[in-house]
């Protein structure tokens, strides 16, 4: 499977091979729901919590005798029955993140990007290659490669003594553009590829994706 590479004008500059098994898998959309409520799962903070009975303050004696005021029988003021009472099983502090099977999320993503391979909204550059960090170069580019609303994606430089270095002036160019994404290759992610209308890949992160996803 083919498909034109270009430059930051449109220009074309040759074709890529595409791997079949990534870029032409079976799109299993059932995978998409499966992996999106996956990965907002993890991504919720869990910090909701409510104080119980125990952990209202106040209600350190008995609010009346237990006789003879004609009242109901009560111990503390810090019952849930009570106005400002404790909450009775209210939600507390939890960890909502779960395992989801390797091969389960390597499937969605091929299925993903098969999907947009598919309806045409598949781009390739030859390198995201802007000369300076500038909001308007990065619309400049992408209106020349008709993808307005875009999933931006390129390589990351490892580097053993200075750790991973992104592409500085794709990801701070685009980084305030409503519609625009920039992500690694290695942060691709479905409910990013789903939610953007065109995902731009440049070619060394194509070839990335391919040694990653390749079945």
């Known amino acids: 499977m083919k498909i034109e590479v270009v430059d930051l004008t449109n220009t074309s500059t040759g074709e890529i091979d595409l791997d079949e098994s990534v870029f032409g898998a079976p799109v299993k959309e059932h995978l998409f729901w499966e992996v999106i409520n996956w990965q907002r799962a ?21 609010p009346w005798r237990q006789k003879g ?39 969605a993503l091929r299925s993903a990007l098969s999907m947009k391979a ?9 390198a995201w290659d802007l000369p300076e960090i500038k909001t308007k170069g990065a619309i400049n580019a992408l209106q020349a490669l008709e993808a307005p609303k875009a999933l ?12 991973a270095a992104h592409n500085e002036n794709l990801r701070l160019s685009v980084r305030n ?30 070839e990335q994706l391919q040694e990653a996803l390749k079945s």
Do not use: C
């Open 42 to 62: 993890r991504r919720r903070a869990g910090t909701h919590k409510v104080k119980n009975r125990s952990a209202v303050s106040g209600g350190g004696k008995k």
């Open 69 to 107: 005021t004609g009242r109901a029988r009560a111990g503390t003021i810090r019952s849930p029955l009570w106005t400002g009472g404790g909450t009775v099983f209210g939600p507390t502090p939890r960890d909502y993140s779960y395992q989801m099977p390797k091969k389960k999320r390597k499937a």
């Open 118 to 126: 598919q309806k045409g909204q598949l781009k390739v550059v030859e």
């Open 152 to 163: 931006v994606v390129d390589t990351v430089i490892r580097d053993e003594a200075n750790g």
């Open 177 to 206: 553009l409503r519609d625009v994404k920039y992500l690694a290759a290695d942060g691709l992610n479905v409910e990013d590829l789903l939610r953007f209308d065109f995902v731009v890949l440049s070619r060394s992160a194509v």
